[in-house]
């Protein structure tokens, strides 16, 4: 199925919601009727067609709060998408609702459920006790009352990010290191000036190549310092909440009740993960630092490195020992090239075909595309892509389930729908959009989400795509950035966008010789936000937010940039991530572990490709990630692989 975006406005929002929670209340009325028969088909099946129905309606409304041109339509949707997450949220809340699951679940039918259908009683149970059904009624009413709070913090702090406005004015001198096309993309300002907005196709560039010491210092402080007004107040009621709702489920902290869900299971396990690879790192990241500080002082800079001078040192040092120049690398991968060559990879691994489809859509830059079971030609789902950024548009890039996989009740199979939503540079009537290295590898890892959601066949939409543990989510993105490093791949597909020659073999090479250049301080950073998260999630009864932000900045090395409060923009801690950012390194392992398959068998072996669509891809949340990993690897998992990838050496 396909939405007519074009037709979406505030009305059609509101109405549809309207239209999709009278719905939704039919079909519990039914479940929670005393004279319904307690069955899978009269409890749990309706349960998940609610499930399927609220995730149809977000794609409608909630969706557009993100993409939408239309700043009205925009705040309908977020308003939409805050009743339907507060309806859902609800729902669990309900004491008919509790009677009847287990009313269900102690009946015969229930014991004798396997499969997807007695995992989604399990996880039914979960939920409810979750919910706080088995606490009293005044605990379980507070309980109720934070997480509704918690749902409308968790939409303003997204919202406050993502219209958010700043920018470095600049004149054309002060952009010197920067290539034309960069420049020539900035629009002047009433004053004049060229602005540099807090877009990542402007930041990340301008962080790389600027010259200006003071200009890099100015903008790595406006952009860590995105929404903090709005954003920091939010984020301190957010921790009090979660903190008091884990205190009256008995849990030391939110932390420990969050991963509860998860494969890690508690926050020790996370910490012992990080006490592992945290000393090894330092010690390289200490060394890299070092190199960068000596690259400085030649430039006549005071030290120490800084946090706003790293990525400027380590694109020097890519440069002069690699001869990688991230510019001249970008102008072999032009975004369409990219695209071929993504889906002509993934094509021939996963034995897929892609077709472009005219569909309506929000957004004149969108497109869509069907994707076709090559053996079969069966059409198996569509995807959009909205890559390029434009006021009021989710900042980030990221992947949405509009419409999740499910067995029908007539039989047949709800195609999946998703789309992909980036920020990369917007082509001109003169020049396409080239992507740089590290934004190659963000729309490989972006399409392993919606290769997930999108080739899912599970029978239950609750199971369906990414509908998996959260530290596991990441591993089938993470596997696919492997190959945006391989010089085999990257030869079958990059070409200067100018002459239309293929990327030279000895500039691939050297590309993937750098991978690992400056990996301690990189991998550090991303340690830091996960130690940062645990941290604020912890068991502590009073978080003191600036020097939880200290502590966590220590780990990276770096000095921490004063007057900075970089989480009043990491969206992750209000998005569902929250004591659980570590689940992209954790994550990493597995994709590392799956992938290490495919260099053993083959980087494009179809019949290994295969067998990781059917056992990871196909498979969603219908069983524990770690049985999806073992089938695929015909072992159990290890972090092998990733080690080595970080250059310690496993015992």
Known sequence: MTIDFSAIDPASIEATVDTALGRAEE??????????????????????????????????????????????????????????ASWASDLWFRDDLYRAVTRFAETDEAARLDGEPARLLRFTLRDLRRAGHELSETDRARVRELTR???????????????????????????????????????????????????YPHVVPFMENAR???????????????????????????????????????????????????????????????????????????????????????????????????????????????????????????????????????????????ERVDVPVWHPDVVAYSI???????????????????????????????????????????????????NFTKPTADRPSLLQHSEVTTLFHEFGHIL???????????????????????????????????????????????????????????????????????????IQFGVLDLAIHGPSDQVDLDEVVRRAAAVAVLPFQEGTFFPASFGHLLSGYDAGYYGYLWSEVYGDDMFSRFEAEGIDNPEVGRAYRREILETGGSRDAIDHLRAFLGREPNSRAFLRHLGITPE
């Open 27 to 84: 079909i519990v009325a039914g479940i929670v009727d005393p004279e319904t028969p307690p069955t899978f088909q009269t409890v749990l099946a309706p349960l998940d067609h609610v499930a399927d129905l609220l995730t149809r309606t977000n794609a409608e409304s909630g969706f557009c709060g993100y993409v939408h041109p239309d700043a009205d339509t925009r705040e309908a949707a977020k308003k939409a998408e805050a009743r339907i």
């Open 372 to 422: 076709i079971d090559a053996d079969t030609r069966a059409h198996l789902a569509t995807f959009y892509m909205d890559l390029f950024p434009r006021e009021g548009k989710f900042s980030h890039a990221a992947a949405f389930t509009l419409v999740p996989g499910r067995r029908l009740p007539d039989g047949t199979y709800q195609r999946p729908v998703s789309a992909i939503v980036a």
């Open 149 to 199: 709070r918690l749902v409308e913090l968790g939409i303003a702090f997204e919202r406050n990010i993502a219209e958010h406005r700043d920018h470095l004015a600049v004149t054309r001198d002060d952009l010197d290191g920067l290539p034309d096309s960069y420049i020539d993309g900035l629009e002047e300002g009433e004053d004049g000036l060229l602005q540099v907005t807090m877009a």
């Open 452 to 526: 997930h959601q999108t080739l899912t066949r599970t029978e239950l939409a609750s199971f369906s795509g990414t509908n998996t543990e959260r530290d596991f989510v990441e591993a089938p993105s993470q596997i696919m950035e492997h190959w945006t490093w391989r010089p085999e791949v990257l030869a079958r597909f990059a070409r200067h966008h100018e002459t239309g020659e293929p990327i030279p073999v000895d500039l691939v090479d050297r590309l993937a010789a750098a991978r690992r250049l400056n990996i301690g301080l990189a991998t550090l950073r991303q």
């Open 212 to 354: 200006r010491r003071d200009l890099r210092e100015r903008l790595s402080r406006k952009f860590n310092s995105r929404a903090v007004e709005t954003n920091r107040p939010i984020l301190e009621e957010a921790i009090r909440l979660r903190r008091e709702i884990a205190r009256i489920f008995g849990r030391p902290s939110w932390a420990h009740h969050q991963l509860e869900e998860r494969m890690a299971a508690n926050p020790e396990a996370v910490e012992a993960f990080y006490e592992e690879l945290i000393p090894p790192l330092t010690r390289a990241a200490e060394a890299e630092i070092a190199r960068m500080t000596e690259l400085l002082v030649a430039d006549g800079e005071e030290p120490p490195l800084q946090l706003w001078d790293w990525r400027y040192y380590d694109t020097v040092l890519r440069r002069s020992e690699y001869g990688v120049d991230p510019h001249e690398v970008a102008s072999y991968f032009p975004l369409e090239r990219v695209l071929d060559g993504l889906f002509d990879l993934t094509g021939q691994v996963f034995g897929l075909r892609y």
